[in-house]
C-alpha cells in the first residue's frame, strides 16, 4: 500500500515536470534563435555605443557617453536626423491619403478592375534600386519625362538630380516623390482589404437616408477604415524612419549631389560603420534612431486606443 | 399613407423571385410579411424601400408612382435584420444620422434624436456605442433612427430574428406600441407564423415569389384558402389526414374510417386532404363520433397535454385534458367540431 502510494506521488511529480517544462522545449528551437540572432544583437549594439572603439578587433578603451555626445553634436549626423524627419512627415501622410482614396477607387465595381489591382500593386514587387534606376531618367533635367510632362504645362526644367552652386534644392523633393512611390502599394493592399471588411450594410443604410457618397465616405468608410489607416500609418513610419534605399539609386550609391546633402539617419549610421569603421558612434546613433521611433511608435498606439470601437 | 403594389414582378437572371403581386397595404396598419425563406418576401421590401429595382408593375405611394425613384426620395424608414448601427457613432449620433445628411442644424437634430430616443426607451443610453448595448437595445435604436426623418413608411427586415426567445416577445410588442403611438404605415418581414400572428393587423402569406393568402391573422387562421396556409399557420401544424370521397363520406385512404362530410363542391372519387386544426378534435363517445384512432404517447405542454394518435396508417396530434388518462393502444373516439376542419384537393391543395 505504501509503496503503491508512493509510485503513485512519483507519476504525479513527472506529470507535474511535463506540464511546467514540456512547454519550454517546444519553444527552444525559436527562442535559441531569437536569443542569437535577435536579442544578442540588440544588446550588444546598447554595449557598443558606450564603448570607445574603431575596429571589430575587440580592443575597446574606455567607456562612457562620448559616442552620444559625438552623435548628437555632429554636423552631419544632425541634419540626417532633419532630412529623415523631412522625408517622413511628408511621405507617410501624402502616400497614406493617396492610397486611401486610390484603395477606394479600387473598391468599386468597375470593369477591368482587375488590371488596375495588378498595376497599382506592381512596384511592391519590383526592386525598389532596379525602379529607381529608372527614375533616375526620368527625372533627368534635359531628357527626362517628368520634366517633359512638366514642360508641357509650363514649369521647370527643374534640375531634381543636380546642384548648382553648392545647393541642391530639388534633391529631397526627388526622394520624396520616389518614396512615396515606394510606400503606396503595400498600404493600398491592406487599406484594400481592409475596405473590403467593411459590411456593404452600412453603406446602403446611409444611402436609404439620402447620403452623398461625399458623405459615405467622410461618415462612414473613413472611420471604419481607421484601425487600418493607423495600422499602415504604424508600419509605414517605422520603415520610412529607416530610410536609406530611397536615396541609393539616383546619386550612384552617394547620399545627393553634393554628396552630403540627403544624409538620412540610416545612411550616415551605414557610412560610419562600414565605411570609417567607427563601431561606437554608428552604435549610439542606432540607439538614437530607435528612441525616435519607439516614441512615435507610442504616440500612434495611445492615438489608436482612443479612436477604438 | 396607403401602399399600392399593381402586378409587381421581379426576376433576378431567370428566377423569378416576385411574381405578378397585386394588393395593398392601408394607412396605420402594421402588416406582416409571411412566409418560408426563399419565398421572396425580402426581395418584395427591398422593392418597397427602393434599394432593389422593379423588373415589371408599379408601385404607389397613395398617389405617387415611386415606381422608379430612389430610395432616400421614397420616405421609407428601413431597419436591417443585424441593424446595422454605425461602430464608430454613439447612440445620438446613430439617431440623428439621417438628419445629419439632411444637414439639418446640429442642436435642432439632437433634440430630435432624444425625442426619438425616449420613445423607443433608449434615452438612458445615449453616450454608449453599439456595442455596448444589448441586441434589443440595438434594435431600438435602430428603429429610432428609421423614424427619425418621420418616414411615410417604416419598413422592418426580420427584426426579430436576431434576438433570443424572451427579448423577442418582449421586442416584438414594443414594435407593436411604437407603431401604434407613431401610426406609422409598417411593413415587417418573417418567417415565423406566431410572431406574424400575434402583432399584425394583416398578414401578407407567400410562396415561392407568389401571393397565397392575405388577411387578418384570425381570418387567415380560421379561413385558409389552401392546403399550404393551413400548414403555414397554428402550432401545433394542422393535421392532415388523405383520403378520398365516396357518396358524400371522406374515406382514409387505407379505408379504415371514414367521415361525413357535407360539401357540395367535392367530387365523387376525388383525392383530398382534410386538414383538422388540433384544437377542433375533441373526445367523443362509442356512440357518437366521427373516428376511431388508436392512442400512441403524449406530451405535456403545461396547460395542456399534447397527444399523438394513430389513425389507419397515419398521425394525429390533438389538445387532451388531463383529465383522460390513456395508455398506448388503447381507442380513442374522435369527435370533430365544424370549425378548423378544412377539405383540400390533395393536388392542388385548393380549398374545397
Known sequence: MEEKKKKKRREDSGYIFNRKYEPLIYLLPFAIGLLIFTIYPIINVVIMSFKNGYRLSGSYNGIGIENYTYVLTNKYFLSAIKNTFIYVFTV???????????ANLLNQKIKGISFFHTAYFLPMVTSAIAVGISWRYMFNKKFGV???????????????LGATAGVAPYNMLTVIIFGIWNMMPFTIILLLSGLQNI??????????????????????????????????????MISAFKVYNDVIPFWAGKAGALGTNLYTMVYWIKETFYSKLRLGQAAAASIVLFIIILFFTMIQKYIQKKTDY | MQVKIDHLTKKFDDVVAVSDFTM?????????????????????LNMLSGILPVSEGKIYFDEDDVTNMPPQDRGVGLVFQNYALYPHMTVLENIAFPLEIKKVDKKEREEKAKEMAKLVHVDQLLDRKPKELSGGQQQRVAIARALIKK???LLLDEPLSNLDARLRLEMREEIRRIQLETGVTTIFVTHDQEEAMSISDKIVLMKDGYLQQEDGPQELYDDPANLFVANFLGNPPINNLTGYIKDG????????????????????????????????ALIGTKEDHDLEAIF?????????ELAFLKIGNQQIRIYLSSDYKFQKGDIVYLKFRSKGVYLFDKESGVRI
Request: charged share 20%; with cysteine.
Open chain 1, 92 to 102: 507617410v501622410p501624402i502616400a497614406t491619403i493617396l492610397s486611401i482614396l486610390i
Open chain 1, 146 to 160: 517628368i520634366n517633359w510632362l512638366l514642360g508641357l504645362i509650363g514649369i521647370g526644367p527643374i534640375d531634381f
Open chain 1, 199 to 236: 459590411d456593404p450594410m452600412y453603406y446602403t443604410a446611409a444611402k436609404v437616408d439620402g447620403a452623398s457618397s461625399s458623405t459615405i465616405f467622410r461618415r462612414i468608410t473613413v472611420p471604419l477604415l481607421a484601425p487600418t489607416i493607423f495600422l499602415t500609418v504604424v508600419v509605414n
Open chain 2, 24 to 44: 395593398q397595404f392601408d394607412d396605420g396598419k402594421l402588416v406582416a410579411l409571411l412566409g418560408p425563406s426563399g419565398c421572396g418576401k425580402s426581395t418584395m
Open chain 2, 151 to 153: 418616414p411615410r413608411l
Open chain 2, 249 to 280: 363520406y371522406f374515406v382514409l385512404e387505407d379505408d379504415s374510417g371514414r367521415i361525413k362530410v357535407n360539401n357540395e363542391n367535392a367530387k365523387e372519387n376525388q383525392q383530398v386532404v382534410l386538414g383538422i386544426r388540433a384544437e377542433s
Open chain 2, 296 to 304: 400512441d404517447q403524449q406530451y405535456t405542454m403545461g396547460k395542456e
